[in-house]
């Protein structure tokens, strides 16, 4: 849930880029633009605009398209007003105009009057709606900021956490100049989208791309090694904690129990790597993504590793190999 209230003038000034720009402009009801947006899901009010307003979900964004604004026309030439007003008197936070289309004289007259916010964009009302959605969706996803360095390596999102000092951005240094991608340093901002799905990027663009090395200073990754090592977003898929190696502690060395940590609701595999010197920790991490990627395609090797072991003592090899070669002892 958002902290504070997200309102269409926050709608008009974010900014998107692609597929997920929505051209709007506004183009009356000005005074209303500090309504709040408070559910992803849109409506068209081609029914209230008939007259039948039972179920009406006011709370939406109500987009009208070529078949809502012929409707209007009518209403328009008959001196019909009431639907309308009706329409305003719910409260609806915004009216979008589809297809470049403008609304009557009197539509907006009535939205100035209420202070209903009205704006149009020059897209088809089909892909506007699944563009609004989605953006919306990126709103009002449930988020939270974890501390770590999040990469791409060989197409797996991993987050590096550990206590401060640990190497987290030297091995993500490493793994950068081996190739592999950073998402974000230091804050990283989780959203959980569409329910099942955790995307990671940092919680402040401007100084995502950017790392702190100790000794070193700040560094800009996108000008050191090119736009091609930096990513804006990526899904979270692994966590890997980085640890000063303790003796006294016993670390998984099979990798047939499975560590998950909870996140919005979602169970993200979580990896101990234990941090010594000697140790060449960016290269087990490119090796537990690929790890991870093949059980994602369904072959897990801990699991298949022992599955044949147990497979070769009931056979009775191990017995043999025991017993066999020399039984003096």
């Known amino acids: 849930m958002l902290n504070k209230p997200f309102t269409v003038l926050e709608l008009l000034d ?6 997920d720009t929505l051209n709007l402009k506004c183009i009356g009801g000005r005074k209303g633009l500090t309504r709040a947006l408070t559910v992803i899901d849109t409506n068209r009010p081609g029914l209230a605009l008939s007259g039948f307003f039972d179920a009406f979900v006011f709370e939406r964004v109500q987009i009208f398209g070529r078949g809502e604004c ?6 328009h030439r008959e001196g019909t007003t009431d639907t309308i007003e009706r329409l305003f008197a719910f409260g609806i936070p915004c009216c979008i105009f589809t297809y470049g289309l403008l609304p009557n004289e009197e539509f907006l007259a009535i939205a100035e009057t209420v202070g209903c916010p009205i ?3 020059d897209l088809q009302t089909a892909e506007f709606g699944r563009r609004l959605t989605r953006v919306l969706s990126n709103v009002f996803a449930p988020k939270k900021t974890m501390h770590g360095v999040l990469l791409e390596v060989y197409g797996i999102g991993i987050l590096l956490t550990g206590h401060s000092g ?3 951005s030297e091995c993500a240094l490493e793994l950068v100049e081996r190739g592999q991608r950073l998402v974000a340093d230091d804050i990283v901002e989780i959203r959980c989208v569409n329910g099942n799905t955790l995307l990671g990027r940092g919680a402040n663009t401007l100084i995502s791309h950017h790392m702190e090395i100790r000794g070193l200073g700040i560094i800009n990754v996108a000008q050191m090694y090119g736009i091609g090592a ?3 977003q990526k899904e979270l898929q692994l966590i890997i904690e980085l640890e000063e190696r303790d003796s ?4 998984d060395r099979i990798g047939t129990e499975r560590k998950t940590l909870d996140i ?3 169970k993200v595999p979580v990896l101990e ?13 490119e090796a537990a993504a690929m790890n991870e990627r093949l059980k994602s395609m369904g072959y897990n090797s801990a699991r298949d590793f022992n599955q044949n072991i147990l497979k070769w003592i009931e056979t009775g090899e191990a017995q043999s190999a025991y017993y066999g070669s020399d039984d003096s002892y």
């Open 230 to 232: 930096i990513r804006e």
């Open 273 to 285: 790597i234990p941090v010594k010197p000697g140790r060449n920790v960016p290269i087990i991490i």
């Open 14 to 19: 974010l900014e998107l880029t692609g597929h």
């Open 70 to 75: 012929a409707y209007l026309e009518k209403l």
């Open 166 to 168: 640990v190497g987290k």
């Open 248 to 251: 006294n502690k016993l670390y």
């Open 119 to 121: 704006l149009s964009t």
């Open 264 to 266: 919005l609701g979602i």
